[in-house]
Protein backbone atom coordinates (compact mmCIF):
# COMPACT_ATOMS: atom_id res chain seq x y z
CA UNK A 1 0.00 0.00 0.00
CA UNK A 2 1.25 3.76 -0.60
CA UNK A 3 0.87 6.56 2.23
CA UNK A 4 2.00 9.84 2.31
CA UNK A 5 4.00 11.58 5.31
CA UNK A 6 4.47 14.99 5.95
CA UNK A 7 6.41 15.69 9.40
CA UNK A 8 9.34 13.20 9.82
CA UNK A 9 10.70 14.06 13.05
CA UNK A 10 11.61 11.50 15.61
CA UNK A 11 8.12 9.14 14.93
CA UNK A 12 7.32 10.21 11.48
CA UNK A 13 10.40 9.26 10.11
CA UNK A 14 10.32 5.97 12.19
CA UNK A 15 6.62 5.69 10.98
CA UNK A 16 7.70 5.92 7.84
CA UNK A 17 10.35 3.51 8.13
CA UNK A 18 8.72 0.82 10.01
CA UNK A 19 5.83 0.56 6.85
CA UNK A 20 8.43 0.31 4.20
CA UNK A 21 10.26 -2.88 6.63
CA UNK A 22 6.88 -3.61 6.00
CA UNK A 23 6.49 -3.88 2.12
CA UNK A 24 4.60 -0.19 2.32
CA UNK A 25 5.83 2.51 -0.24
CA UNK A 26 5.80 5.87 0.96
CA UNK A 27 6.13 9.70 -0.42
CA UNK A 28 7.58 11.66 2.35
CA UNK A 29 7.49 15.88 2.48
CA UNK A 30 9.17 17.66 5.39
CA UNK A 31 9.95 21.33 4.79
CA UNK A 32 13.55 20.50 6.20
CA UNK A 33 14.86 18.51 3.66
CA UNK A 34 17.76 16.53 5.51
CA UNK A 35 14.96 13.59 7.47
CA UNK A 36 13.46 13.22 3.86
CA UNK A 37 17.22 12.64 1.77
CA UNK A 38 17.65 9.98 5.14
CA UNK A 39 14.22 8.34 4.12
CA UNK A 40 15.20 8.28 0.61
CA UNK A 41 18.51 6.32 0.86
CA UNK A 42 15.61 3.56 2.93
CA UNK A 43 13.42 3.62 -0.36
CA UNK A 44 11.10 6.59 0.09
CA UNK A 45 9.92 8.95 -2.30
CA UNK A 46 10.75 12.75 -1.33
CA UNK A 47 8.19 15.20 -2.57
CA UNK A 48 9.29 18.61 -2.95
CA UNK A 49 6.33 19.95 -1.40
CA UNK A 50 2.89 19.30 -0.77
CA UNK A 51 1.06 19.59 -4.09
CA UNK A 52 4.53 17.04 -5.40
CA UNK A 53 3.43 14.91 -2.85
CA UNK A 54 -0.31 14.87 -3.78
CA UNK A 55 0.91 14.13 -7.63
CA UNK A 56 3.39 11.52 -6.25
CA UNK A 57 0.59 9.11 -4.49
CA UNK A 58 -1.81 7.26 -6.77
CA UNK A 59 -5.75 7.65 -6.26
CA UNK A 60 -7.41 7.04 -3.84
CA UNK A 61 -4.65 8.80 -1.95
CA UNK A 62 -3.83 8.71 2.05
CA UNK A 63 -1.65 11.19 3.75
CA UNK A 64 -0.49 11.51 7.12
CA UNK A 65 -0.33 14.51 8.70
CA UNK A 66 2.57 14.00 11.94
CA UNK A 67 2.80 17.47 12.95
CA UNK A 68 2.15 19.08 16.49
CA UNK A 69 -1.56 20.58 16.91
CA UNK A 70 -2.10 24.10 16.16
CA UNK A 71 -1.21 26.34 13.37
CA UNK A 72 0.92 24.23 11.20
CA UNK A 73 -1.37 21.44 11.78
CA UNK A 74 -4.46 23.91 10.43
CA UNK A 75 -2.46 25.11 7.85
CA UNK A 76 -1.37 21.83 6.48
CA UNK A 77 -4.24 20.51 6.30
CA UNK A 78 -6.23 23.16 4.57
CA UNK A 79 -3.47 23.12 1.64
CA UNK A 80 -3.63 19.40 1.30
CA UNK A 81 -7.59 19.43 1.54
CA UNK A 82 -7.58 21.88 -1.77
CA UNK A 83 -4.84 19.35 -3.39
CA UNK A 84 -6.63 16.06 -2.67
CA UNK A 85 -9.97 14.60 -4.39
CA UNK A 86 -13.26 13.06 -3.80
CA UNK A 87 -12.56 9.85 -2.22
CA UNK A 88 -9.01 10.69 -0.97
CA UNK A 89 -8.11 10.69 2.94
CA UNK A 90 -6.11 13.09 5.35
CA UNK A 91 -5.05 11.22 8.48
CA UNK A 92 -4.11 13.76 11.63
CA UNK A 93 -1.66 11.80 13.86
CA UNK A 94 -1.11 14.74 16.06
CA UNK A 95 -2.55 15.35 19.37
CA UNK A 96 -5.51 17.67 18.39
CA UNK A 97 -8.34 18.43 20.55
CA UNK A 98 -11.66 16.02 19.65
CA UNK A 99 -13.63 19.22 18.62
CA UNK A 100 -11.34 20.17 16.02
CA UNK A 101 -11.33 16.96 14.27
CA UNK A 102 -15.01 16.97 14.57
CA UNK A 103 -15.08 20.12 12.68
CA UNK A 104 -12.42 19.02 10.03
CA UNK A 105 -14.09 15.98 9.76
CA UNK A 106 -17.70 17.72 8.97
CA UNK A 107 -15.22 20.41 6.29
CA UNK A 108 -13.50 17.35 4.59
CA UNK A 109 -16.79 15.32 4.93
CA UNK A 110 -18.27 18.30 2.30
CA UNK A 111 -15.47 17.98 -0.30
CA UNK A 112 -15.79 14.36 -0.25
CA UNK A 113 -12.99 13.71 1.63
CA UNK A 114 -12.00 11.29 4.52
CA UNK A 115 -10.81 12.56 8.14
CA UNK A 116 -9.41 10.65 10.21
CA UNK A 117 -7.81 11.22 13.84
CA UNK A 118 -4.79 8.82 14.95
CA UNK A 119 -3.79 9.48 18.42
CA UNK A 120 -0.13 8.42 17.78
CA UNK A 121 2.37 7.36 20.68
CA UNK A 122 5.24 5.11 20.98
CA UNK A 123 8.43 7.85 20.67
CA UNK A 124 11.38 7.01 19.22
CA UNK A 125 10.81 3.10 20.18
CA UNK A 126 8.22 2.55 18.21
CA UNK A 127 9.87 1.80 14.82
CA UNK A 128 10.98 -1.54 17.09
CA UNK A 129 8.05 -2.10 19.58
CA UNK A 130 5.29 -0.75 17.46
CA UNK A 131 3.12 2.38 18.12
CA UNK A 132 0.31 2.63 20.17
CA UNK A 133 -3.25 3.49 17.91
CA UNK A 134 -6.23 5.34 18.87
CA UNK A 135 -7.89 5.51 15.56
CA UNK A 136 -11.13 7.43 15.05
CA UNK A 137 -12.70 7.75 11.30
CA UNK A 138 -15.39 6.45 8.89
CA UNK A 139 -15.27 2.60 8.54
CA UNK A 140 -14.96 2.26 4.95
CA UNK A 141 -11.21 4.65 5.47
CA UNK A 142 -10.47 2.33 8.39
CA UNK A 143 -11.27 -0.65 6.34
CA UNK A 144 -8.63 0.86 3.35
CA UNK A 145 -6.20 1.81 5.48
CA UNK A 146 -6.24 -1.18 7.61
CA UNK A 147 -2.75 -2.84 6.32
CA UNK A 148 -1.60 0.21 7.14
CA UNK A 149 -2.52 0.86 10.54
CA UNK A 150 -1.54 -3.05 11.33
CA UNK A 151 2.04 -2.38 9.69
CA UNK A 152 2.33 0.33 12.90
CA UNK A 153 0.67 -1.34 15.51
CA UNK A 154 2.72 -3.92 17.48
CA UNK A 155 -0.01 -6.52 17.20
CA UNK A 156 -0.79 -8.34 14.00
CA UNK A 157 -3.61 -7.41 11.19
CA UNK A 158 -5.78 -9.81 11.94
CA UNK A 159 -6.18 -8.81 15.79
CA UNK A 160 -6.33 -5.10 15.13
CA UNK A 161 -9.13 -6.38 12.82
CA UNK A 162 -10.39 -8.13 15.64
CA UNK A 163 -9.98 -5.44 18.17
CA UNK A 164 -11.90 -2.99 15.91
CA UNK A 165 -15.08 -4.87 15.55
CA UNK A 166 -15.23 -5.83 18.98
CA UNK A 167 -14.41 -2.26 20.48
CA UNK A 168 -16.48 -0.18 17.59
CA UNK A 169 -19.21 1.64 19.00
CA UNK A 170 -21.56 4.76 17.70
CA UNK A 171 -20.38 8.32 18.65
CA UNK A 172 -22.01 10.96 18.06
CA UNK A 173 -20.81 14.58 18.81
CA UNK A 174 -22.61 17.90 17.62
CA UNK A 175 -19.91 21.31 17.99
CA UNK A 176 -22.50 23.47 19.09
CA UNK A 177 -26.39 24.29 19.77
CA UNK A 178 -27.20 24.63 15.68
CA UNK A 179 -24.45 22.20 14.22
CA UNK A 180 -26.00 19.52 12.84
CA UNK A 181 -24.29 16.03 14.68
CA UNK A 182 -21.59 14.11 13.21
CA UNK A 183 -21.48 10.27 13.83
CA UNK A 184 -18.35 8.05 12.70
CA UNK A 185 -17.08 5.22 14.12
CA UNK A 186 -14.00 4.64 16.64
CA UNK A 187 -12.00 1.65 16.71
CA UNK A 188 -9.62 1.02 19.02
CA UNK A 189 -6.42 -1.17 17.83
CA UNK A 190 -3.41 -2.54 19.58
CA UNK A 191 -0.89 -1.18 21.79
CA UNK A 192 2.68 -1.01 21.85
CA UNK A 193 2.59 -2.87 25.31
CA UNK A 194 3.19 -6.45 26.45
Known amino acids: ?????VGLGRMGGNIVRRLMRAGHDCVVYDRDP????ALA??????????????????????????????????ATLAELA???SPGDTLI?????????????GRELAAKGL?????GTS???????????LMIGGDKAAFDRLEPIFAARARSSRRSIARAATRRASRAT??????APAISSRWFITASNTA
Not at 34 to 37: I, L, N
Not at 114 to 118: G, N, T, W
Not at 173 to 178: E, K, L, R
Request: aromatic share 8%.
Open 34 to 37: KPGA
Open 41 to 74: ADGAVVAADLADMVAKLQAPRAIWVMLPAGKITE
Open 82 to 84: GLL
Open 122 to 132: GGVHGLDRGYC
Open 173 to 178: FTAGPS
Open 1 to 5: MQLGM
Open 92 to 104: DGGNAFWKDDVRR
Open 114 to 118: HYMDV
